[in-house]
């Protein structure tokens, strides 16, 4: 599975943005997708998971309530809606996919290249 992430950019902080992962190979619906994050000098944190069927979501706590995951199998795409944006959420954005819930980047099988996204104070 290749994963190709988009969408991220500069936006005021209460703001809003939209990432779509796209995926590549055929068997993009038996995977779980997720979203992570690394800010400059810290570690790959995990931000949201969808199932492979979309019937369950699973969120970072400072995310919930913000940000919302979701994907589309017929076009190999996952999103993730951000809104209420903070400063905190500046970091470069990665997609990621892996066969079961993948709540840690030790259960990613396949990451995307990252997306920077920039919430200015």
């Known amino acids: 599975v290749q994963l190709q992430a988009s969408g991220g950019g500069l936006v005021q902080a209460g703001g809003s943005l939209r990432l779509s992962c796209a995926a590549s190979?055929?068997?993009?619906?038996?995977?779980?997708m997720g979203w992570f994050r690394q800010a400059p000098g810290k570690e790959r944190e995990f931000v949201a998971g969808?199932?492979?069927?979309?019937?369950?979501?699973y969120y970072k706590d400072s995310a919930k309530g913000r940000f919302t995951i979701s994907r589309d199998n017929a076009k190999n795409t996952v999103y993730l809606q951000m809104s209420s944006l903070k400063h905190e959420d500046t970091a470069v954005y990665y997609c990621?996919?892996?066969?079961?819930?993948?709540?840690?980047?030790?259960?990613?099988?396949?990451w995307g290249k990252g997306t920077q996204v920039t919430v200015s104070s």
């Open positions: 990621a996919a892996g066969r079961w819930q993948i709540a840690t980047p030790q259960a990613v099988d396949y």
């Open positions: 190979g055929r068997t993009f619906n038996s995977y779980d």
């Open positions: 969808i199932s492979w069927n979309g019937g369950s979501t």
